[in-house]
């Protein structure tokens, strides 16, 4: 294929990752009408169909598929090549994207940014939240961070954070009504905040672990969340007792609005780190974020 074709590959990376014409055409800057053509010559020299339209949806076919595996992560990787070569400056200077959850964000990402980026104007952080596991050479991110016990032995980890360690935690008013647990099986007669994985689907089991004992339980209760932030809300409100990050109830916890509970059953574990590939060249920009969000201890 001619080099001046990988244009149209680009342009059908955009298409299939977004399932949309109008969306993609928005992010390209040009019209749906010439991006469906681009994509029509593309495919008409390729000689298969990459793309299933209807007046609803756009989907890949097989071939689309495959070819997307294949295309997306090498111009990822060029494009990683073409910025490092391209820093001639000074300065660094380039764009960063992040995909991470929630909760990192808010305890660990944005403090850090927050603090060491106006020593950097021509860096460009985009941070993605989300709270299923990615595959960040294929979607295209810079890095991803994780929990330490969660990134693939494949990949480069900085640790970014402290250790952690979820608590139980309820409001004072709950356990006036309710006597609190003194061990975690107590907690299948209590009313609980559930939290709903991102990645399976399904009810996260509350871990435990006392004396080297690991144990789970599966809890009920009247709310569930896909986030911590409602569920530390709902505990704060008397809705019952949350599973939740000590950081994100430390104060209330000291203020008097939440009790610990089970405190002896709730074992440290690796905190937050930023991954990415280890065959990954690395621009100037991208390091200095590492290099700010790099736990110092």
Same mark, same amino acid.
């Given at each position: 294929?001619?080099?001046?074709?990988?244009?149209?590959?680009?342009?059908?990376?955009?298409?299939?990752?977004?399932?949309?014409?109008?969306?993609?055409?928005?992010?390209?800057? +040009?019209?749906?009408?010439?991006?469906?053509?681009?994509?029509? /010559? $593309?495919?008409?020299?390729?000689?298969?169909?990459?793309?299933? @339209?209807?007046?609803?949806?756009?989907?890949?076919?097989?071939?689309?598929?495959?070819?997307?595996?294949?295309?997306?992560?090498?111009?990822?990787?060029?494009?990683?090549?073409?910025?490092? $070569?391209?820093?001639?400056?000074?300065?660094?200077?380039?764009?960063?994207?992040?995909?991470?959850?929630?909760? %990192?964000?808010?305890?660990? *990402?944005?403090?850090?940014?927050?603090?060491? *980026?106006?020593?950097?104007?021509?860096?460009? +952080?985009?941070?993605?939240?989300?709270?299923?596991?990615?595959?960040?050479?294929?979607? @295209?991110?810079?890095?991803?961070? @994780? $929990?330490?016990?969660?990134?693939?032995?494949?990949?480069?980890?900085?640790?970014?954070?402290?250790?952690?360690?979820? !608590?139980?935690?309820?409001?004072?008013?709950?356990?006036?009504?309710? %006597?609190?647990?003194?061990?975690?099986?107590?907690?299948?007669?209590?009313?609980? !905040?559930?939290?709903?994985? %991102?990645?399976?689907?399904?009810?996260?089991?509350?871990? #435990?672990?006392?004396?080297?004992?690991? $144990?789970?339980?599966?809890?009920?209760?009247?709310?569930? #969340?896909?986030?911590?932030?409602?569920?530390?809300?709902? %505990?704060?409100?008397?809705?019952?007792?949350? #599973?939740?990050?000590?950081?994100?109830?430390?104060?209330?916890?000291?203020?008097?609005? *939440? +009790? &610990?509970? *089970?405190?002896?059953?709730? &074992?440290?574990?690796?905190?937050?780190?930023?991954?990415?590939?280890?065959?990954? &060249?690395?621009?100037?920009? #991208?390091?200095?974020? +590492?290099? /700010?969000?790099?736990? @110092?201890?």
């Amino acid at each position: 294929m001619a080099r001046e074709n990988l244009n149209d590959l680009a342009t059908f990376v955009v298409v299939a990752k977004v399932r949309s014409f109008t969306k993609a055409a928005a992010e390209l800057g +040009v019209s749906p009408s010439a991006l469906s053509q681009t994509i029509r /010559l $593309l495919e008409e020299r390729l000689g298969y169909r990459l793309l299933t @339209r209807t007046t609803r949806s756009v989907s890949t076919t097989e071939a689309g598929e495959r070819l997307l595996g294949v295309v997306a992560p090498r111009l990822h990787e060029i494009e990683a090549e073409l910025e490092v $070569l391209g820093e001639l400056r000074e300065r660094p200077a380039g764009s960063v994207r992040i995909t991470c959850s929630e909760h %990192a964000a808010e305890t660990i *990402l944005w403090p850090k940014l927050r603090d060491g *980026l106006p020593d950097y104007p021509d860096i460009k +952080v985009e941070l993605f939240i989300e709270h299923s596991f990615t595959d960040i050479a294929a979607e @295209r991110f810079d890095a991803g961070v @994780r $929990l330490g016990e969660s990134v693939e032995k494949d990949m480069v980890a900085v640790r970014i954070g402290p250790d952690g360690r979820l !608590v139980a935690v309820g409001s004072p008013s709950y356990f006036e009504r309710h %006597a609190p647990p003194t061990v975690p099986q107590d907690l299948v007669a209590h009313s609980c !905040v559930n939290l709903r994985l %991102a990645t399976h689907g399904g009810l996260y089991a509350w871990e #435990f672990e006392k004396d080297g004992r690991p $144990l789970r339980v599966r809890v009920e209760g009247q709310l569930t #969340f896909n986030t911590i932030r409602p569920m530390v809300e709902a %505990a704060l409100a008397g809705y019952g007792i949350a #599973f939740v990050p000590e950081d994100s109830v430390v104060e209330h916890v000291r203020d008097g609005r *939440l +009790v &610990q509970v *089970l405190d002896e059953w709730c &074992q440290p574990f690796a905190g937050f780190h930023l991954y990415y590939p280890s065959r990954r &060249q690395n621009s100037s920009a #991208f390091q200095t974020i +590492v290099n /700010l969000l790099r736990y @110092r201890g």
